[in-house]
């Protein structure tokens, strides 16, 4: 990892743990206040315990012009960002794609490119909806490996994560209590429960919350549509397509509708959002990625929306390929801040 | 509401905690209110903005304060602090008042934080607030804007033109420029004058020069200064500062709280003579902290040398800057600029002076002390010998001056024995009118938000 972001996040937990204002707001503090040194593990861990919401940085009497110049939303985040470059497995794909919006927008294009192809090359024989363009065989045969790379790549950052920050063995309780915590977002609240700071410099609000909320609750539930027909299509024998007051269509469309609204909230409200508190260089690729999942809600709406007009096969491989980029670009986007993020929640509940 | 403008009903001269109560009760109360800061908008809440937390009386268990803390207990906590120098009258007015602040400051959207790491001991008295005072100011100004108070930030006051009885207009300079406004009320809130180093060293002698001054540059005591050559009433003595040792590396303004030093009770301290000259474990830290800055203001070139052994460096809170570190003494000596003979003389005649240490407790007075040593060390004495050594150098920091404005229960300010019929103060510029000398932690913030309420609600009244 980087030394110098290390020295200067470094650098200013030190500070911090001498001043301690900032204790209630989020679970980095008392992380930090438990430690007299920091290792680089130490930091990795603070680093990703942090969720940008800069209550400590507004509320700092040490921020620029001061000469101590803290910025420790921005020193937590481009270690943050560095470690998911660090950890990645393969490195080479987390440098590439984490900070480039372009690489990310070059990997959605290609996934167009080969869903197109696919289309063309794998042309089916016969099938109903969408399996008319591609068959359900050719579907698996693409997004079987897509699927399993991923959690096979993020399986293997985990591991590297938790033994950098030191962390002990893992128990069901550290995940119960890990989950929790993410589920209602508890950190967003900003420990007084009025929100972040995050668009209207010092002014508190659940913008960012509510947004991150409906992203992540729109993305899983798009998660389970799919499940839900997979399971419909092996088990109960009822391939697709389906009817709208059915349980994958039900969860599809809401939560499309929810990841959407999320992205279009979350892009606005980063556009307001002070960049000079973010990891350096990072604004480009969290734009282009959280754009791109935007764009699989919105494909797969639209993809509902125009089913049955001649513009289908078309929608469809736009859908499928944002999707498969997608997939193939968790571990290496933003997309793999949730694990951490889970990770290092756990990881913390063990100081508990 | 209107623009405050050039004539507004009252003007809020300080942009601190003091300054921002009274803004917000007097436009509660209805009045188009103007603030002048005199700092720029990132430096803005004076000394405000490095404080920690308020002290509140309290019935029962009030926010995040648990049991109870009641008037007498607060009284007596103050008695003992000031050495009976307190006016009575206004300390119960704001002790009895500083409990139905609490609610107060919530509702204006001042956040509080559960009892602190390391600071347990104050979960009683004292409320924390979440993200310290510049949170608390920020939110306060946030209030402020709410209520169309107007705030004009680098905006210094220089001069009240007081006729008879009454202010009659405000002058400020802002951009070069001289500006004048003419309001019908003004709260003045803009602290002490320990940013003035000049006017320190008149009172203190040049010794003062070498002073830190732990918050804002911009107290500098100008309208203190402008109000005292017309006469108006004025309470404590220019010589009187509260100040406190601190890490002598610390900014010349502006350290804050990461500067202070926790470890002196297990240390020995010397001066640049390498010679010790007080008992460096008379009490528990905390009890100590405040005489540390005098005592250190005494010695040559107003600096001392704080030295300890590995065994003690776990003992004490972090602060912002590492110690010097050393393997031996001699080396020691060398980094810190010490004569090294001396030290290890002086290092040497104290470690013969240690005796039984098997009762040392870091957190009690242990009586772990030095026999047949001048000064004694009479609590934590354990002898400096565990490699590496480490040092600090002290500073004396000041935390505020007590010269001020004398006011009465309405906070109302005064020329002979009448009061000023548009005049009030609040905050440290008048904390002299309560605490004659010592401090109490936590009192300056309720003393300030008591004040300043109490001065919004005045300044507010006689404007309508
Ligand atoms: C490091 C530190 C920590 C502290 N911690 C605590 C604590 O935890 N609890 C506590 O109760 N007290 C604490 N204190 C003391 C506390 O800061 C003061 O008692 C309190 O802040 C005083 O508030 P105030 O509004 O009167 O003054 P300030 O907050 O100092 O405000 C004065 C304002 O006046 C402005 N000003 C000055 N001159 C002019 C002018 N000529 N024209 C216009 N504006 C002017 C300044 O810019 C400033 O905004 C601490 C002090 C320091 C230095
Ligand atoms: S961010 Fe600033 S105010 Fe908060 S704990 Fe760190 S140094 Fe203190
Ligand atoms: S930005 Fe928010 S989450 Fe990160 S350390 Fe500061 S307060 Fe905590």
Redesign the interface.
């Known amino acids: 990892m980087q030394t110098d972001l290390l020295q200067e996040a470094r650098r200013q937990a ?2 911090c ?9 989020c679970s980095v503090f ?1 992380a930090l ?1 438990a430690e ?1 040194a920091f290792s680089d593990g130490d930091l990795t861990q603070l680093a990703n315990l942090c969720h940008n919401c800069r ?2 940085y ?11 110049n803290l910025n420790l939303p921005q020193a937590l985040a481009n270690v943050r960002q560095d470690s998911w470059e660090d950890l990645a497995f393969p490195r080479a794909a987390g440098k590439a794609f984490q900070k480039s919006g372009v690489m990310i927008a070059l990997a959605a294009v290609i996934g167009f490119a080969l869903l197109f192809w696919a289309v063309r090359a794998l042309a089916t024989q016969g099938g109903e909806g969408f399996y008319a363009v591609l068959s359900h065989n050719a579907m698996v045969a693409i997004f079987l490996p897509a699927f399993l790379f991923p959690l096979f790549s993020i399986a293997i950052s985990l591991r590297r994560y938790w033994r950098q920050v030191g962390a002990q063995r893992l128990k069901a309780v550290h995940l119960v209590r890990a989950f929790g915590q993410a589920a209602n977002m508890r950190n967003l609240k900003g ?2 429960g ?1 929100g972040c700071n995050f668009e209207d410099e ?2 508190f609000s659940q913008g960012r919350r509510m947004a991150h909320q409906a992203v992540m609750y729109g993305f899983l539930l798009c998660f389970a549509s799919t499940s839900v027909a997979t399971v419909m299509h092996y088990v109960l024998n009822m391939p697709a397509p389906y009817p709208l007051w059915s349980l994958p269509k039900l969860l599809g469309v809401s939560g499309g509708l929810l990841l959407v609204v999320g992205c279009v909230e979350m892009v606005r409200l980063k556009l307001r959002a002070d960049t000079s508190l973010c990891a350096q260089g990072a604004f480009g690729g969290e734009i282009a990625f959280v754009g791109l999942l935007g764009f699989v809600g919105l494909s797969g709406l639209v993809l509902y929306g125009l089913g049955q007009t001649a513009a289908m096969p078309v929608l469809l491989a736009l859908h499928l390929g944002s999707v498969l980029a997608l997939f193939l670009l968790t571990p290496f986007t933003k997309m793999a801040h949730g694990f951490y993020r889970l990770a290092a929640l756990a990881a913390d509940s063990q100081r508990q | 509401m209107t623009p405050a403008g050039t004539n507004p009903d009252v003007v809020v001269i300080g942009g601190g905690n003091a300054a921002l109560c009274a803004a917000i009760t007097a436009a509660e109360a209805g009045a188009r209110v103007l603030i002048l800061e005199a700092a720029p908008k ?2 803005r809440g004076g000394n405000s ?2 404080t ?1 937390n308020f002290r509140c009386m309290h019935q029962g268990p009030l926010g995040p304060l648990v049991d109870s803390y009641t008037e007498e207990e607060y009284l007596a906590d103050l008695l003992k602090v000031t050495g009976g120098k307190t006016h009575e009258g206004l300390a119960r007015l704001a002790i009895r008042t500083s409990e139905a602040c609490l609610p107060w400051m919530e509702e204006h959207g001042v ?1 509080f ?2 009892s ?3 600071t347990l001991s104050l979960a009683r008295t004292n409320a924390f ?7 608390l100011v ?1 939110a306060y100004y ?1 209030t402020a804007e709410r209520l169309g108070v107007e705030v004009v930030y680098e905006a210094l006051v220089t001069h009240l033109e007081l006729d008879e009885d009454r202010i009659n207009y405000v002058d400020y300079i802002r951009d070069g420029q001289t500006h004048r406004v003419t309001p019908k009320s003004v709260v003045v809130a803009s602290g002490g004058f320990q940013a003035d180093t000049d006017w320190l060293a008149r009172a203190w002698g040049p010794a003062a020069r070498n002073f830190l001054i732990r918050g804002t540059p911009y107290n500098r005591g100008v309208v203190l200064a402008d109000l005292l050559a017309q006469d108006i009433a004025q309470v404590g003595d220019p010589t009187q500062c509260h100040a406190v040792a601190i890490d002598g590396r610390a ?1 010349k303004f ?1 350290g ?3 500067t ?1 030093l926790d470890c002196v009770p297990f240390s020995i301290v010397v001066n640049k003579d390498a010679e010790r000259f007080y008992d460096e474990g008379e009490d528990v830290w905390p009890k100590r902290y405040a005489i540390w800055g005098r005592l250190v203001a005494a010695q040559p070139d107003q600096v001392g040398y704080v030295i300890i052994d590995a065994k003690s460096l ?1 003992l004490f ?4 800057f ?1 110690p010097i570190k050393a393997d031996t003494l001699e080396e020691l000596a060398g980094k810190l600029d010490l004569p090294a003979e001396a030290l290890a003389e002086t290092v040497a005649t104290f470690n013969a002076a240690c005796g039984d240490t098997s009762g040392f407790h870091p957190t009690e007075l242990d009586g772990v002390a030095t026999t047949g040593l001048t000064p004694p060390k009479t609590n934590w004495a354990r002898p400096i010998t565990e490699p590496p050594f480490y040092g600090y150098s002290l500073r004396t920091g000041v935390t505020f001056t007590y010269l001020g404005l004398k006011v009465d229960e309405n906070a109302q300010c005064a020329i002979g024995d009448r009061p000023i019929r548009n005049l009030w103060a609040a905050g440290e510029t008048m904390a002299g009118s309560i605490l004659g000398q010592g401090y109490l932690a936590g009192f300056g913030m309720t003393i300030g938000t008591v004040f300043g309420r109490i001065a919004g609600k005045e300044a507010a009244a006689h404007a309508n």
Do not use: W
């Open positions: 030190e500070i743990n001498a001043c301690r204002y900032c204790e209630g707001y008392p206040h007299r209550g400590c507004y509320a700092c009497q040490y921020t620029a012009p001061h000469e101590f420990g007084h009025d010092d002014r | 990132p430096y903005r490095h920690r956040r934080q559960p602190l790491s390391g607030f979440l993200g310290g005072g510049k949170g920020n946030r900014p502006d804050g709280i990461v202070r776990n809170m972090p602060s912002v590492p």
